[in-house]
T-cell receptor
């Protein structure tokens, strides 16, 4: 089976840095994806880790440790538009999503 | 360029009615996925196609759910005898390759409400 755990909600202020953690137990996957989902909209791709370590992409970075079943998404220089849900999804072909972390960025 | 499109965007059905939800993937994308997203939850996998072949339907919740992709492009998710618990957003996603190493591009979803 696959069990994915993320905090339900987080709050942060504009300009700050926030780290969203994800732990998972999965029987097999080839990579871990992070998606962003604004309310009422479709998920959009943020990052993908297939190897252990850090992947950096502008203001967003994602880290993966397969041995620990752990990933995090790091968001820097937070903007109001970053208020959204962030979904951690290990997968091979099909993705298995957690319930997501709702991030609220305040001025 | 055109992304994944889904129709209708909203569907209201009376309990017991049949519904058909359509997905137009990005042109040339080999893989197509259907997910169900209940309010406040993450998307849950329903089924997966590689071209016209349905390779995984392990997530379909009951035999009332049926999906097809006869020509390897457009896909239809059909729900027979809808129940209130079927109310959710149905998301379609496509991916350019057969392997799992590519991001999936999601459509806007169809919000189904069963009364």
């Amino acid at each position: 089976g696959q069990n994915i755990d993320q905090p339900t909600e987080m709050t942060a202020t504009e300009g700050a840095i926030v780290q969203i953690n994800c732990t998972y137990q999965t029987s097999g996957f080839n990579g871990l994806f992070w998606y962003q989902q604004h309310a009422g909209e479709a998920p959009t791709f943020l990052s993908y880790n297939v190897l252990d370590g850090l992947e950096e992409k502008g203001r967003f970075s994602s880290f993966l440790s397969r041995s620990k079943g752990y990933s995090y998404l790091l968001l820097k220089e937070l903007q109001m538009k970053d208020s959204a849900s962030y979904l951690c999804a290990p997968g091979f072909q099909k993705l298995v999503f957690g319930t997501g972390t709702r991030l609220l960025v305040s001025p | 360029g055109a992304g994944v499109s889904q129709s209708p965007r909203y569907k209201v059905a009376k309990r017991g009615q049949d519904v058909a939800l359509r997905c137009d993937p990005i042109s040339g994308h080999v893989s197509l996925f259907w997910y169900q997203q209940a309010l406040g939850q993450g998307p849950e996998f329903l089924t997966y196609f590689q071209n016209e072949a349905q390779l995984d339907k392990s997530g379909l919740p009951s035999d009332r759910f049926f999906a097809e992709r006869p020509e390897g492009s457009v896909s239809t998710l059909k729900i027979q005898r809808t129940q209130q618990e079927d109310s959710a957003v149905y998301l379609c996603a496509s991916s350019p390759a057969a392997s799992g190493s590519n991001e999936q591009f999601f459509g806007p979803g169809t919000r189904l409400t069963v009364l």
